[in-house]
């Protein structure tokens, strides 16, 4: 039989274990984000957004809970290709070519019970079709959008809430300032920052 000393050692080396891979995910999670704005504008446009996801569930007593936004993607029109880009913080930050483009969905899951379910709405016909340009940063808005799912029935309906005012946007802006100080982006970043001046947030 293994004595007690034995097994504290066990348990105490899993534990570091599990948190050491669990500090690497989160690592690896900030690399990928590391040099995001790593486009030249001459040659590219960025398209952001600030999403938040809900859940407002049937048995919620009206309460809607946070959602982790994992991630969102754009469609060209003409050529229909997607991209895929995951989230700094809340916000999507898409690096592009001059194009008109699609935001296509937003993406996030969240734990009920046993299971993990997904949530994506579908954004096309929320939010139209928006044009890239060289240079140029286009903030589609903040985005609130609420999954409601009923005891019994599969899937989810989706509510939508916008906020396409200065503030929003200058926030959105604020947080892609802090994240990434050697960008060739951060004139622009700030020289539009600038243009909307001081603005009043709620």
């Known amino acids: 039989m293994p004595t007690r000393t034995a097994l504290l050692w066990v348990a105490a080396v899993l534990l570091l274990s599990s948190c050491a891979s669990w500090q690497d995910g ?44 994992l991630g969102g993607e754009v469609r060209q029109v003409n050529t229909r290709e997607v991209t895929r880009r995951e989230t700094i913080k809340h916000l999507l930050v898409f690096q592009l070519p001059p194009g008109i483009y699609e935001l296509v969905s937003v993406r996030g899951h969240f734990r009920a019970g046993n299971y993990y379910h997904t949530v994506e709405p579908f954004l096309v016909p929320e939010v139209g079709s928006i044009e890239v340009i060289a240079g140029e940063i286009k903030h589609v808005g903040k985005l609130t959008a ?57």
């Open 26 to 69: 989160i690592d690896k999670r900030n690399n990928r984000s590391a040099g995001l704005l790593d486009s030249a504008p001459e040659s590219t446009g960025l398209l952001i957004a600030d999403v938040r996801l809900k859940h407002k569930g049937s048995l919620s007593f009206g309460i809607e809970n946070s959602i982790d936004v």
């Open 146 to 202: 609420t999954a409601h799912s009923k005891l019994g029935q599969l899937g989810f309906t989706y509510s939508y809430k916008w906020d396409r005012g200065p503030a929003a946007e200058k926030a959105a802006l604020e947080i892609l300032a802090q994240h990434d100080e050697d960008s060739r982006w951060l004139p622009i970043i700030r020289q539009q920052l600038a243009s909307l001046g001081p603005v009043q947030t709620n």
